[in-house]
């Protein structure tokens, strides 16, 4: 049975751009200003990395069970569901994706998923007519796509993933809502993992949102492109952060079928790093300390790269919760660098060996 309201997208771009909550859980201020917003934002986190938590916050404020804009926790998310909130205005995004040979996504989110949730495909979202995995959509692809979800540019968002780290693709869903120029988004801490373990609702029960207006706009600062990580290579503009594993960055073990390495000047932070043993984001202040041990300066530019542009996008999580909110990701990342880089451009403990 369908779960329905009563209630489409635009955008351009040319082809080829090759938050315990009291009684009833409250949603992220809407009515403040941009400033406001980010000036709240700020002071919660500040606190947090000082190992406290928000001191008596106003019913303004951001509620602790919103770590920050970027996390909202399954206890705040579960009171919201339970409270009828999910409409216009709160839409729950299953962003889950698996190798085919392994699990179906969309098959599971059918079997059980959080209630009022919608099925984010990351196979339609995308670039289709790129040879490259996972590439962006257009303006106006992207903007139809989560009209059809129920989102509008005044919808809180809150993605999540049933991947068994807790977190997979979920970030890359929110990453790709606030490279279009939406600012309410988060991730769901722990993931559906957590969220069953919890013991909080899930159903079969599907939602047909009523379709809404979202207008998309590129914000070009949170994105790298192939001609620009060449040109960093010699300019070292920016830092750069490769999140797969080790062996695939020092080119000693097949990634997916591609040989592997890594870009000149490139820092290896495998993206589980950043996740605790249960699949939850680990704190700010070991976050902050991941990046000091590589010699990653937060104050700088900086771009984050892996194979396809999926666990690229746990960098610039991770990042966003210490404060920093431009990290750009190379959409294309190693699967269009080994195609189009020159040799000299692909670093390789292997090749090195080999020589």
Known sequence: ?????????????????????????????????????????????????????????????????????????????????????????????????????????????????????????????????????????????????????GVSNDTHVVVYDGDQLGTFYAPRAWWMFRVFGHKEVSVLNGGFKNWVKEGHPVTAEVSQPAPAVFKARLNTVLLKTFEEMIHNVGSLRFQVVDSRPEGRFRGTELDQGLESGHIPGAVNIPFHSFLTESGHEKSIEEIQEIFREKKVDLSKPLAATCRKGVTACHIALAAYLCGKRDVAIYDGSWSEWFHRAPPRYKVSELKRNKA
């Not at 209630?7 to 400033?35: D, I, N």
């Not at 989110?109 to 040879?131: L, M, N, T, V, Y």
């Open 1 to 149: 049975m369908a779960a329905t309201e009563g209630g489409a997208g635009a955008g351009s771009l040319p082809a080829g751009r090759s938050r315990a909550v009291p009684p009833a859980p409250a949603p992220p201020p809407r009515a403040a200003s941009p400033r406001r917003r980010h000036f709240v934002c700020v002071c919660v986190c500040a606190r947090l990395a000082a190992g406290g938590a928000p001191s008596r916050p106003r019913p303004s404020e951001m509620a602790p069970q919103v770590l920050s804009r970027a996390l909202v926790t399954a206890k705040w998310l579960s009171e919201a569901v339970q409270a009828g909130r999910v409409g216009p205005s709160l839409r729950i995004l299953d962003a889950s994706w698996y190798p085919p040979q392994e699990r179906n996504a969309r098959q599971e989110f059918k079997e059980r998923h959080i209630p009022g949730a919608s099925f984010f495909d990351i196979e339609e979202c995308r670039d289709q007519s790129s040879p490259y995995d996972f590439m962006l959509p257009s303006e106006s692809h992207f903007a139809d796509y989560v009209g059809r979800l």
